[in-house]
Nanobody
């Protein structure tokens, strides 16, 4: 059982940065593949990035590649999403997610079994 809690969203101007984090429960956190998805109003949940169990492999959506960096600190049971050069189209609720089993890289929400409640990111133009 994994419990996930996001924090660190907020309001930022175009070109700014935010670094949401996701705190996870459980001493087996290090065995899970983790990821970030986002969902804008009226749209489907969209893949953002994923990171494997030890942080050695990452994968990004084309829309954020080069601007966002996913990372994890297993000793702290925490995952991060460094978001730079933010654009208005990045505005969404950002969700952290986790899974124990599945293929790589895993870009569909249906492939993940655990979800946080989300943190709002708003980028003003």
């Amino acid at each position: 059982q994994v419990q996930l809690v996001e924090s660190g969203g907020g309001l930022v101007q175009t070109g700014g940065s935010l670094r949401p984090s996701c705190a996870a429960s459980g001493r087996t956190f290090s065995t899970y593949t983790m990821g970030w998805f986002r969902q804008a109003p009226g749209k489907e949940r969209e893949f953002v990035a994923t990171i494997n169990w030890n942080g050695g492999s990452t994968y990004y959506a084309d829309s954020v590649k080069g601007r966002f960096t996913i990372s994890r600190d297993n000793a702290k049971n925490t995952m991060y999403l460094q978001m730079n050069s933010l654009k208005p189209e990045d505005t969404a609720v950002y969700y952290c997610t986790a899974r124990l089993l599945g293929g790589w890289p895993g870009r569909s929400p249906s492939e993940y079994g655990y979800w946080g409640q989300g943190t709002q990111v708003t980028v003003s133009s």
